[in-house]
């Protein structure tokens, strides 16, 4: 039995491309083209294993230039003896919130 359903309807579904990594190799930059166009890809790998290729930004990077200054301001404080020393378990808990 065929259905027939309207284009808008299908539009609002995304296609999900599962390829081989000997595909993905071949044309890289196609793949990646359709991924920054919000297509979803599955890079397969054996049989087991698979791979989302997912475009990321400066917010996704965890060593942004932000976090690199937090790191150099604390690197600083250490160098400067503005540490909190902790000898116990309990005091770990403390800090923590347990």
């Known amino acids: 039995m065929c259905k027939f ?8 579904f995304k296609v999900m491309l599962v390829i081989s990594s000997r595909e993905f190799r071949q044309n890289q930059k196609s ?9 979803q890809v599955i890079v397969q790998r054996g049989k087991d294993k698979a ?3 997912t475009p990321i930004n400066d917010d996704d990077v ?9 790191i150099k301001l604390s690197m600083e404080q250490a160098k400067n003896g503005e540490v909190k020393r902790i000898t116990s ?4 808990n403390d800090l923590l919130g347990l």
């Open 51 to 53: 791979y989302a290729l």
């Open 5 to 12: 359903v309207p284009y808008w309807y299908t539009s609002n």
């Open 31 to 39: 793949y990646f083209e359709r991924v920054d166009k919000g297509e």
């Open 89 to 92: 378990s309990e005091e770990i």
């Open 62 to 70: 965890y060593f942004n230039a932000e976090m690199i200054e937090k």
